[in-house]
């Protein structure tokens, strides 16, 4: 029995080409062209070269070019695409990508590493025909190193077939990739390459699982850690194509969308040569990854006749908590596994200084300071490099030396963000997340999603010392300002959560399975409860057994809990329960968007960018930008110096977040 077809462009019924041939010629002849009737032809035909071939008996030109005389922009890049044989389609993007002074790695990276031996064997002759030239000998002369050697072996076609598993070897391949990484000092990488290149896709998928055992990271982490440049994005490609196509062009096309500006040749490509594959377990991964529908974003980011045509290939919009295709669930079920048994190396950005000297740098502030005007770089260097013990220690030096109280002298002379920043650098971490709360509840509206933050990321240990600083800085217990300031389900949620008495051990299986079924029957029970017996498990539960519940809530719904939470739930208590399920999945992808949110957009939201930036330094800040970079395609380093250029005359404010950030990505 075949695999199921899972594209969005079938074999139209009653097809004929003739037909066909005579209504795209009518809908060019005379003055100006029929795009619509161009679009709903082209894009709903799977028969495409008989409607050329066609053409070309009937009319005696090449329907191509009729089409790109017809049609400009990117809505003829697309619809010329659409009618290209699917290895001339590859071969006219590589050559693109190779030819002129500069190489589109990315597209070379994007079609050698996804494409099946017969796909790579297609391309490699197209290529050859249509350019008279070999693919391989130009693809030698445009690129380098490990990198070269690897897209040589891709070009090959050689992979072993998906039914070849070699069980025997799994765990051998296993620990030769680890032994080739993470065991010893340097990588070999072309064991990566020998391996990764030619092994079988359902082999590996053992491989990978087997590595994860034997590592306590994933193959993908080790990748990341161990390779770089555009080594490390050919081999983290083939890894995703491995573990599933359909999730490796969702992460594709996202990235393509999101941001300033639409990588455009991105989304043609993939939507060309996907529309007849796998575009249905696409729009599943998408709506997975990123909780939005790809038809909404194509639909928020293009227009005109193009977003027409996008759009009719995509194929439709999704029902936003739909139950998974299978392909999408088993995903699902992986990517919970995988956070279940990753062990993440958390690293900050901020390290103790080396040579700390608290009378020194007390002395250096206080000069910083006195008479006309402010050495504000001073100040930044001697803060922004100083761990927070130490700065508690310049703290009480400043006074026993000077008899002056620092916090107050930086309140003086400085102003804005920068003082804001400072002076949120300067306190403990209890004492700013008290501040943070403070500021989320007061005044005329409340800042619900700093709420949510705070209370959900922070360990049982730094609710409890915040709770303390919030009562001893405004003589009233945290909980009761959360009391006073909000209602309902969403003031218990906040109030459970602030007790800090999470609970602290790791899965039980047994019991995470009957927590996840918990789950399922509220979602499936008519009960008016929903929000209630989620509250008992996500607040209270650790967050490695809430993985495991994750993992099995899949199993027993068939269906993610984020899309539920979208679903099921609104306002803030859809906002809370997101943000815990987020957390525990990835804690530093959370805030990577968070941070993302913060900057993007009309305006910067400069208290959520202190925050994240203040609390987390010290803590995981260098596994943030990792995330931010590996979701927006863009480094973390790069959004603060662009967004925050705005109403910052004098740089220091973006100064202190550059040497907080650590660093270019």
């Known amino acids: 029995m075949g695999k199921e077809f899972r594209g969005t462009v079938a074999d139209h019924p009653d097809f004929d080409a003739g037909s066909d041939a005579e209504a795209l010629y009518d809908a060019m002849k005379g003055f100006g062209s029929d795009k619509e009737a161009i679009l709903e032809l082209i894009a709903s035909r799977s028969n495409r070269q008989e409607i050329r071939a066609a053409y070309k008996s009937q009319f005696g030109n090449d329907l191509i070019d009729d089409l790109k005389y017809e049609l400009t922009g990117k809505f003829e890049r697309l619809i010329v695409g659409l009618m290209r044989p699917p290895a001339y389609h590859d071969a006219k993007e590589i050559k693109d990508a190779i030819k002129g002074a500069g190489t589109d790695e990315k597209c070379l990276i994007e079609i050698l590493a996804s494409r099946t031996n017969e796909q790579i064997h297609n391309l490699v002759a197209a290529y050859k025909d249509a350019y008279d030239r070999d693919?391989?000998?130009?693809?030698?002369?445009?690129?380098?190193?490990?990198?070269?050697?690897?897209?040589?072996?891709?070009?090959?076609?050689?992979?072993?077939?998906?039914?070849?598993?070699?069980?025997?070897?799994?765990?051998?391949?296993?620990q030769d990739l680890y032994d080739a990484g993470e065991a010893q000092w340097g990588t070999d990488e072309a064991k990566f390459i020998m391996l990764l290149g030619n092994r079988s896709v359902t082999h590996l998928q053992l491989v990978f699982d087997e590595y994860q055992k034997i590592a306590e990271k994933s193959i993908e982490d080790s990748i990341k850690s161990e390779l770089s440049g555009d080594f490390e994005t050919l081999m983290l490609a083939v890894v995703q194509c491995i573990r599933s196509k359909p999730m490796f062009f969702a992460r594709r096309l996202y990235k393509s969308m999101k941001g300033l500006g639409t990588a455009d040749n991105t989304l043609i490509r993939i939507m060309v040569c996907r529309s007849e594959i796998d575009m249905l377990d696409i729009r599943e991964c998408f709506r997975l990854r990123y909780e939005k529908s790809l038809y909404n974003m194509i639909q928020d980011d293009t227009s005109g006749d193009y977003k027409r045509t996008l759009l009719k290939l995509c194929g439709g919009d999704d029902d936003i908590a739909g139950e998974f295709f299978p392909e999408a669930a088993q995903i699902a079920y992986k990517m919970w596994e995988i956070s279940a048994m990753t062990k993440v190396q958390l690293r900050g950005t901020v390290r103790p200084y080396q040579n700390f000297d608290p009378a020194s740098d007390a002395q250096a502030l206080r000069k910083a300071m006195k008479g006309f005007g402010t050495d504000e770089d001073t100040i930044?260097?001697?803060?922004?490099?100083?761990?927070?013990?130490?700065?508690?220690?310049?703290?009480?030096t400043f006074k026993s030396l000077l008899g002056r109280d620092l916090m107050a002298d930086l309140k003086s002379e400085l102003s804005k963000n920068l003082e804001r920043l400072i002076l949120g650098l300067m306190m403990t971490p209890a004492e700013f997340d008290a501040k943070m709360m403070k500021k989320a509840m007061e005044g005329a509206g409340t800042d619900e999603h700093a709420l949510i933050e705070i209370l959900v990321t922070r360990n049982n240990q730094e609710i409890q010392e915040m709770c303390s600083a919030y009562q001893n800085a405004y003589k009233k217990s945290l909980e009761d300002?959360?009391?006073?300031?909000?209602?309902?389900?969403?003031?218990?949620?906040?109030?459970?959560?602030?007790?800090?008495?999470?609970?602290?051990?790791?899965?039980?299986?047994?019991?995470a399975l009957e927590d996840a079924q918990e789950l399922a029957d509220a979602c499936n029970a008519d009960s008016g409860d929903l929000e209630d017996r989620f509250m008992?498990?996500?607040?209270?539960?650790?967050?490695?057994?809430?993985?495991?519940?994750?993992?099995?809530?899949?199993?027993?719904?068939?269906?993610?809990?984020?899309?539920?939470?979208?679903?099921?739930?609104?306002?803030?208590?859809?906002?809370?329960?997101?943000?815990?399920?987020?957390?525990?999945?990835?804690?530093?992808?959370?805030?990577?968007?968070?941070?993302?949110?913060?900057?993007?957009?009309?305006?910067?939201?400069?208290?959520?960018?202190?925050?994240?930036?203040?609390?987390?330094?010290?803590?995981?800040l260098f596994n943030i930008r990792k995330e931010f970079k590996e979701t927006h395609d863009a480094s973390l380093h790069e959004f603060i110096q662009v967004e925050t250029f705005v109403g910052d005359t004098s740089g220091d404010y973006r100064k202190i977040l550059l040497i907080l950030c650590g660093g270019e990505d």
């Open 481 to 511: 300002a959360i009391a006073s300031e909000t209602s309902g389900h969403f003031k218990r949620i906040l109030i459970s959560l602030a007790q800090g008495t999470r609970e602290e051990d790791p899965a039980d299986m047994a019991r």
């Open 536 to 620: 008992s498990i996500l607040c209270t539960r650790s967050f490695p057994h809430l993985r495991r519940v994750f993992q099995e809530f899949v199993r027993c719904s068939n269906k993610d809990i984020e899309q539920i939470i979208k679903k099921e739930m609104s306002g803030d208590i859809k906002n809370a329960m997101f943000a815990i399920v987020r957390s525990v999945k990835n804690q530093p992808s959370y805030f990577a968007d968070r941070l993302y949110k913060a900057m993007k957009g009309l305006g910067t939201d400069d208290r959520a960018l202190i925050r994240i930036m203040v609390s987390r330094s010290e803590i995981d």
């Open 380 to 396: 930044i260097d001697i803060v922004a490099n100083r761990s927070n013990a130490q700065r508690q220690e310049i703290r009480q």
């Open 135 to 174: 693919l391989e000998e130009d693809v030698i002369g445009d690129t380098s190193g490990h990198f070269k050697k690897m897209l040589v072996v891709l070009l090959q076609g050689t992979r072993e077939e998906d039914d070849v598993v070699s069980e025997d070897l799994v765990e051998q391949d296993a």
